[in-house]
T-cell receptor, first 116, second 119 residues
Framework: NAGVMQNPRHLVRRRGQEARLRCSPM?????VYWYRQLPEEGLKFMVYLQKENIIDESGMPKERFSAEFPKEGPSILRIQQVVRGDSAAYFC??????????????FGPGTRLTVT | AQKITQTQPGMFVQEKEAVTLDCTYD???????LFWYKQPSSGEMIFLIY??????QNATEGRYSLNFQKARKSANLVISASQLGDSAMYFC????????????????FGKGTLLTVNP
């Protein structure tokens, strides 16, 4: 049973380019969360998605950032016109559609984005 | 105000000794969950232990135990018999609400404690 998969693990982009980060949730999981970890900080919530729906994007910067979770395929976090301040580790987590109240989010290995 | 406070940026412990990592939290919810994650230098987030606000007993998972003091709003992680492989960043996190959907899903993380285990 594969865990949450993220790719690429490392991504280097020049300022102004676009970054696309992919997340495949665990099998049977229909909820996806994206978190960002700036250097020497804890993780901060960005967005929560279910299949074809954005449930909560209150943690997403208003500009340049978008996320989707299509009916087929992985969830995508897209950052347009990247700037140096976007350099961070981006973690994806997934959870099942049940109402478990315990450790319901399983994290992927993260994508480390470096903007040069 | 910070919701999760980890006051120890770094901690050192001798191999085979026990160590306590501090975490205090702030919430007005009656139902919430507290988590500890380990992040080794390789970067992945490893779930260690969970404590629900209504759990009467402190959670334990192997060498990890959570010292839950609800009145003081603290959820300290105790690692017994430290091993060299325990050297890592440790994050305390909280989910407010019962976790059954709606808005009760966000995890709020502290800034972490870097634990170094000395041989």
């Amino acid at each position: 049973n594969a865990g949450v998969m993220q790719n690429p693990r490392h991504l280097v982009r020049r300022r102004g380019q676009e970054a696309r980060l992919r997340c495949s949730p665990m099998k049977g999981h229909s909820h996806v969360y994206w978190y960002r970890q700036l250097p020497e900080e804890g993780l901060k919530f960005m967005v929560y998605l279910q299949k074809e729906n954005i449930i909560d994007e209150s943690g997403m910067p208003k500009e340049r950032f978008s996320a989707e979770f299509p009916k087929e395929g992985p969830s995508i976090l897209r950052i347009q016109q990247v700037v140096r301040g976007d350099s961070a580790a981006y973690f994806c987590a997934s959870s099942p559609p049940s109402t478990r109240s315990s450790y319901e989010q399983y994290f992927g290995p993260g994508t480390r984005l470096t903007v040069t | 105000a910070q919701k999760i406070t980890q006051t120890q940026p770094g901690m050192f412990v001798q191999e085979k000794e026990a160590v306590t990592l501090d975490c205090t939290y702030d919430t007005s919810d009656q139902s919430y969950g507290l988590f500890w994650y380990k992040q080794p230098s390789s970067g992945e987030m490893i779930f260690l232990i969970y404590q629900g606000s209504y759990d009467e007993q402190n959670a334990t998972e192997g060498r990890y135990s959570l010292n839950f003091q609800k009145a003081r709003k603290s959820a300290n992680l105790v690692i017994s018999a430290s091993q060299l492989g325990d050297s890592a960043m440790y994050f305390c996190a909280m989910r407010e609400g019962p976790g059954s959907g709606g808005s009760n899903y966000k995890l709020t993380f502290g800034k972490g404690t870097l634990l170094t285990v000395n041989p």
